[in-house]
């Protein structure tokens, strides 16, 4: 697939097939391209926790308060991501700029994650709801979480759905010499 392709056919699963799990060499892949992203002055401020089996579960169960996320559930796969200090140059640029370029950095790892992910034949969903203590405790990390990925192989069927999107005009202005 090329990007454009990858671009047409990603979009955010809520049918995952429970009983295929995931490939180790296509959660490598996936790895592999989440390292090779972008981040401000190369710092990665970030860890991927890959969780599978029962802690997947209860990861899972840490995204479904108040009713939300109920597909999260036949994920086979989580990945919580969650944030590390900036090296110094970073940290310095945040503080110049008054800019957040963890929030930058993961939003891109998150994009290179789920690209991979489509070019590999998986489903994914990002999820940004979620209870931070217990995701803490059970990825036994100290720092803050910033997003969930579900990862796995949509239902049997699961058809694309058409993209909603705003028109080029109205996300673009073109500005000439």
């Not at 990007?3 to 699963?13: H, L, V």
């Not at 990665?44 to 559930?73: D, L, W």
């Not at 690209?115 to 059970?138: N, P, S, V």
Request: include cysteine.
């Amino acid at each position: 697939m090329n990007f454009k392709e990858i671009a047409e056919n990603r979009q955010s699963c809520r049918a995952y097939d429970p009983s295929r799990p995931v490939e180790s060499e296509k959660l490598e892949a996936i790895l592999a391209s989440a390292r090779l992203s972008p981040s401000a002055c190369n710092g990665q401020p970030y860890h991927i926790t890959v969780c599978q089996g029962e802690n997947a579960k209860r990861v899972a169960k840490a995204t479904q308060s108040m009713g939300m996320n109920k597909f999260a559930s036949d994920a086979p796969v989580m990945l919580v991501i969650s944030e590390k200090p900036y090296v110094k140059t970073a940290a310095l640029g945040a503080k110049v700029k008054n800019n957040d370029y963890r929030s930058i950095d993961i939003g891109i790892l998150a994009a290179y994650i789920t690209a991979e992910a489509t070019a590999q034949g998986l489903g994914t969903c990002m999820l940004g709801w979620f209870e931070d203590a217990k995701l803490r405790e059970i990825c036994g990390v100290d720092a803050p979480v910033r997003l969930v990925i579900t990862l796995g192989y949509p239902v049997e069927g699961d058809k694309l759905r058409p993209k909603k999107r705003k028109e080029i005009e109205e996300l673009a202005t073109l500005l000439k010499n």
